[in-house]
């Protein structure tokens, strides 16, 4: 007897330590479902996004902004939409005036203007979507429409004004689909392969040109300082012709004379130097 009474306690102990759990487990579940239901009363709209309100599905007029909101479940829905700036890499392809194909490489810096994320939302939905439908198709056709205004070789020397002008087009264009440019850049701008080697042919040979007019340049220069030294020389013989005298010659050989007799200039008698007359006329 003393065996079962102690059987039953230990039964009884059991089921209720396992009531106890199967209570702990159905308050845990009462609680999740709980906080899952109360949960669909708010909404969070974290940093950098606002919240786009709808009432069965029609957008309203009201922008939730970064916070903590209430909403009535199944009233009221919330389309989250960022308002950061974002990055979009297009490439595309153009022609210029001159009938050149022109290839771009275009880095976009954009975001949606965040007083009228409804309306972007409503008239064209997520960012996805603004970037296919309206970015995308915008980027091209303002590339076409600009470097249709420049030659192969102009969209290379007025790059500045090239991006400019995107620029300008660009922002204009997507301002009324409530989109902000930011900054635009044009990566890349390359063009066909046979302009390419028409471009490397035409700057070697302006190079081969200028590198013949330095060289007729340098040869004129040489020759001209060649005949200033022609002309330079023959003055000073002619100089040295005009002043020189029989008086100057003689005295220059006496100057040079060593003191030893005889000394004899010329062929003749009539050259022969008198050295008492020079010393003479030094006194």
Do not use: C
């Not at 909101?69 to 490439?91: A, F, G, N």
């Not at 790059?159 to 301002?175: C, N, P």
């Not at 220059?252 to 009539?270: M, R």
Request: glycine residues 4%.
């Amino acid at each position: 007897m003393v065996l079962e009474s102690s059987s039953n306690v230990d039964s009884l102990k059991s089921s209720n330590k396992k009531n106890k759990d199967v209570y702990i487990a159905v308050q845990l579940t009462l609680l999740i479902v709980f906080l899952a239901i109360m949960s669909k009363f708010f909404v969070i709209v974290n940093a950098g996004e606002r919240g786009v309100m709808m009432q069965f599905g029609k957008v309203q007029e009201q922008l939730l902004g970064e916070g903590l909101h209430v909403i009535i479940p199944i009233v009221h829905t919330v389309q989250k939409l960022s308002i950061r700036v974002q990055k979009q890499e297009i490439s595309a392809e153009a022609s210029s005036k001159d009938l050149q194909e022109v290839f771009t490489d275009v880095a976009l810096n954009w975001h949606i203007i965040p007083e009228e994320a409804n309306t972007i939302f409503q008239q064209i939905g997520d960012e996805k979507a603004a970037v296919d439908r309206i970015i995308a198709p915008a980027v091209e056709e303002v590339l076409k429409a600009v470097m249709a205004k420049y030659t192969a070789e102009e969209i290379i020397t007025k790059r500045g004004e090239v991006k400019a002008g995107v620029d300008d087009f660009l922002t204009s264009r997507l301002a009324a689909y409530h989109i902000a440019v930011d900054d635009i850049s044009l990566v890349h701008v390359h063009f066909s392969e046979r302009f390419s080697d028409a471009v490397e042919a035409k700057q070697i040979a302006e190079q081969e040109a200028k590198k013949g007019e330095f060289l007729a340049l340098k040869a004129v220069k040489e020759a001209e300082a060649k005949v200033n030294l022609a002309k330079g020389e023959a003055e000073v013989q002619r100089l040295l012709r005009d002043n020189l005298t029989a008086e100057l010659l003689e005295r220059q050989a006496i100057e040079k004379w060593n003191g030893k007799l005889p000394l004899i200039v010329g062929d003749g008698s009539k050259n022969i130097l008198d050295v008492r007359k020079l010393l003479n006329s030094g006194n």
